[in-house]
């Protein structure tokens, strides 16, 4: 998640809560000139990443590019890049990439064909939405990808563009496709709990994986759980979050961005919480560190930490 999961959530939150089984980086998106920035490098680096596996995104509409940043992440060492054609955003459709892409089936399945062909020496994987304003155009983008079912997974995230992440994700179509769709497939979408990970797991077998986005911001140790360990301890939680913060405080060498990343985690995170709604403004305002550290600690005392969180940044589709 761009901003969210970058290389210091990574390292910290596989140091404290144990690793994904992977973590998907935030898109980046390949420029014309066939390398990666500096920015790019700074997630890509195989030293950062050591002991985690990682899959790189990538975000373009653009074979040439696709390619050559395919080939350079093999190069670095990596085993599979995943195409994002999910991402809502108004500024990558408005170039027709990404859900951009999902208008175009005729375009998308050229594209498709130029990469699956390429004879590229690392896996493909995508993540798709169900279309751009109708559910039932997953129809025609089913029988698109079905043409390449060497593909190593399709994620789906089960809302249209026009959705972006509100209402609720629109389940009865990835269950009428599953099991049509003919490469593995994985679920992305409000799932929340260790509950909500059984029910998917036991709707829809066999299933590739379930991807997680914005409640292991919420809870950290949500995977750990799934996989039968322990909930998060206030202790773990507050040590996480120092470590998070320092890690920030380094990689941006400076407070002020430090804490407006810190502030981002615990609009996910106070759902942890319970009744923190009102105390979270205080982070959400907090201007030095020392009004950010008053906030926070005034959340571990007084609120009580739960083992699950809520879904308190769903939004209702107007
Ligand atoms: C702030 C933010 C940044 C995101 N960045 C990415 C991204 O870079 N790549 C991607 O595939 N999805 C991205 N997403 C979408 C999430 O991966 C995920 O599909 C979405 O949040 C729904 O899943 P969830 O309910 O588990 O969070 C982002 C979402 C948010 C809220």
Redesign the pocket.
């Known amino acids: ?4 999961t970058g290389f210091p959530f990574r390292r910290v939150h596989a140091h404290f809560f144990g690793a994904a089984d992977s973590y ?1 980086l ?2 980046i998106t390949p420029t014309t000139l066939p390398r990666f920035t500096d920015r790019q490098m700074r997630e890509l680096a195989p030293d950062i990443n050591l002991g985690i596996r990682v899959v790189p ?1 990538l975000l373009t509409r653009r074979t040439e590019d696709f390619l050559w940043a395919a080939r350079a992440l093999a190069d670095l060492g990596y085993d599979e890049v995943n195409l ?1 054609l ?2 809502p955003a108004g500024t990558v459709v408005a170039k027709g990439k990404d859900s951009g892409f999902l208008r175009e089936p005729a375009e998308l399945q050229h594209f498709l064909d130029k990469i699956f062909n390429a004879d590229l020496p690392i896996a493909i994987s995508l ?1 798709t939405r169900l279309g751009w304003s109708d559910e039932n155009e997953f129809d025609l983008l089913a029988d698109v990808y079905n043409h390449y079912p060497q593909m190593k997974s399709l994620t789906i ?1 089960p809302r249209v563009r026009s959705d972006f ?1 509100k209402g609720d994700v629109r389940e009865n179509v990835f269950r009428q496709y599953f099991h049509c769709l003919k490469m593995p497939v994985g679920y ?4 929340i709990t260790v509950g909500d990970i059984e029910k998917v797991r036991s709707q829809y077998a066999p299933l590739a994986h379930i ?5 292991l911001m919420a809870d950290p140790a949500l995977f750990r759980k799934a996989k039968g360990g322990a909930p998060a301890t206030l202790e773990e939680i507050q040590t996480y979050y120092d470590a998070l913060l320092e890690s920030y405080c380094v990689a941006f060498g400076n407070v002020k961005n430090a804490l407006m990343r810190m502030k981002e985690y615990w609009f996910f995170q106070h759902n942890l919480f319970e009744n923190a709604e009102r105390a979270v403004k205080a982070i959400y305002k907090a201007k030095s560190m020392d009004d950010y550290l008053n906030a926070t600690r005034f959340i571990y005392e007084n609120c009580k930490l739960k083992t699950e969180s809520h879904f308190g940044w769903k939004k209702e589709l107007l």
């Open positions: 998640m761009e901003g969210l998907y935030p898109f995104q994002n999910g991402c993540k995230h992440y992305n979408g409000d799932v991807m997680v986005g914005r409640a």
